[in-house]
């Protein structure tokens, strides 16, 4: 059956009871500036913040804020700020429209309307999900400031980045007197909320302030597979909604969420919403970042160097569980304490089945994107805390060494891979230096200190065993390789 309404208030009279959302568009005042408009917002945090202020109420609608692109920007403007989530893989499709949004922002075309936004007194939570280049760190914490991004901290030019906006955002709301402020980051950071206030401190000190009173910085562990929306999908959303989407998101039923507790400004009621509610999210997040997503990266970076286009395809190579049931059990449990209730293998299993949920269409190359920035808090850190344990570094380092080869550009096969990644021009030019062989890609690699600590880059042991793999992988192929270890 055709679906011909266009998604908007309007359309909301026509749309199923169980499609409808759970507040009233328009009449939940902003409590909520939000950069980074993306899928994963409004698939997670939008969705849980509707469910809390619909359980319990409160001025927490959400100002989204797109920081470059307006394409979803301007689709959602067209629609009265609607959009939908597709849950897919549990059965029949479900889809409803979200109404938390509560305006609209364009950092790279507006940037004072943004600043405008975080000064309102109205607004108590500045929260964020945006990649890991965009905030402009290294891998140690430190500002990766250059002459544009300090104009921007010093008013020379607009803010338009991730650190000018928080900066500058501070500022203008402590010269208004608009009270107390939570900046809250969404992003898969291990210790996100620290690291987000070490960012700030540096970009403040920069523009030649401090960091006022009253600024929270809560950690937090965000868990929710989104892919991207294809053609189909949007088709499906119509079909499942009863209106057309531009803009829907698509999601796996699985979501969560756990929270540190740290709002001075107050926050709405997401335990209502299933939230975890917190002291210490570092449980949590360490599991999540080394069982789930650490696990994640395994998968594509040894699928695409096998050809495999879908994670749920490179699951099915001979021998791929096997291998990530190890990874899992020997190498990450050991340096993960899980929080009360949980085990870290039945955490993996349930990552596992999560990936093989073909419905969710997730890309080898989607999930390798941006490898540099990623692997320190979903790898690395699990080799560094087995070869501080006096252990050697395990299947880690196998994962370790296929995103190595990956970097070299080309697949078994000899098909190009696109080494998308905000360090791609610095790790091609240390490989066009170095000889391709496994010893000159290992040693180049390990030599950018932007990835790898000085522990790590100087480890004989960690050096031997990505050099095996390597030629293991330059020997045999990735396929032959994982299915003689499921042997």
């Not at 927490?60 to 301007?74: F, K, M, T």
């Not at 509560?102 to 109205?122: M, S």
């Not at 993996?348 to 490898?371: I, K």
Request: charged share 20%.
């Amino acid at each position: 059956m055709a679906v011909t309404y266009r998604l908007g208030r309007s359309a909301l009279t026509s749309l199923p009871a169980e499609s409808l959302p759970a507040v009233t568009p328009g009449l939940v005042r902003p409590g909520i500036v939000h950069l980074g408009l993306g899928a994963f917002h409004r698939a997670h945090q939008a969705e849980f913040t509707e469910a809390a202020v619909a359980a319990s109420g409160g001025d927490w609608g959400i100002v989204g804020v797109a920081p470059r692109s307006r394409a979803v920007l301007d689709a959602l403007r067209e629609q009265d700020m609607l959009y939908s989530v597709l849950t897919v893989g549990d059965g029949d499709d479900r889809a409803r429209a979200i109404g938390i949004l509560a305006g609209l922002g364009h950092a790279a075309g507006d940037p004072h309307g943004v600043l405008t936004a975080i000064a309102d007194p109205g607004i108590r939570i500045v929260s964020l999900t945006v990649t890991e280049k965009a905030y402009r760190m290294d891998p140690a914490g430190r500002l990766l400031l250059d002459d544009a991004l300090r104009a921007q901290l010093t008013g020379a030019a607009p803010a338009t980045s991730i650190p000018a906006l928080l900066a500058r955002g501070i500022l203008a709301r402590q010269a208004a007197g608009a009270g107390p402020l939570t900046v809250l980051c969404c992003d898969n950071m291990q210790g996100n909320g620290a690291r987000v206030r070490g960012l700030v401190e540096q970009a403040l000190d920069v523009a030649g302030a401090a960091l006022p009173s009253g600024i929270g910085f809560p950690s937090t562990m965000v868990d929710r597979i989104v892919p991207a929306t294809s053609e189909d999908h949007r088709r499906r959303a119509a079909l499942a909604l009863g209106a057309q989407d531009a803009v829907p998101v698509v999601a796996e039923a699985f979501t969560q969420w756990a929270i540190e507790d740290d709002f001075p400004g107050g926050r709405p009621d997401w335990a209502a919403a299933g939230a975890i509610i917190t002291d210490d999210v570092a449980p949590w997040e360490t599991l999540k970042l080394r069982a789930l997503n650490g696990v994640h990266s395994a998968a594509a970076y040894l699928g695409a160097l096998a050809g495999r286009e879908m994670i749920a395809d490179a699951l099915d190579m001979p021998g791929m569980i096997t291998l990530l049931r190890r990874l899992i059990a020997e190498d990450i449990a050991p340096t993960v304490r899980p929080p009360a209730g949980v085990t870290v293998v039945e955490y993996g299993e349930t990552s596992l089945t999560r990936f093989a949920n073909r419905e969710l269409g997730h890309r080898t190359l989607q999930v390798a994107m941006d490898g540099s920035q990623k692997l320190p808090y979903r790898l690395l850190g699990t080799i560094q805390d087995r070869r501080d344990a006096g252990a050697g570094p395990g299947w880690a380092a196998l994962v370790l060494a296929a995103w190595m080869r990956f970097a070299r550009g080309y697949a078994d096969s000899g098909a190009t891979l696109p080494l998308d990644d905000p360090l791609a021009t610095r790790i091609r030019a240390a490989l066009a230096d170095a000889p391709d062989t496994p010893e000159g890609t290992v040693d180049a690699l390990l030599a950018l200190d932007e990835v790898f600590p000085p522990a790590l880059a100087g480890d004989d042991v960690l050096r031997a065993r990505l050099i095996h793999w390597t030629a293991e992988f330059a020997r045999h192929g990735v396929e032959a390789t994982v299915r003689g270890l499921g042997s």
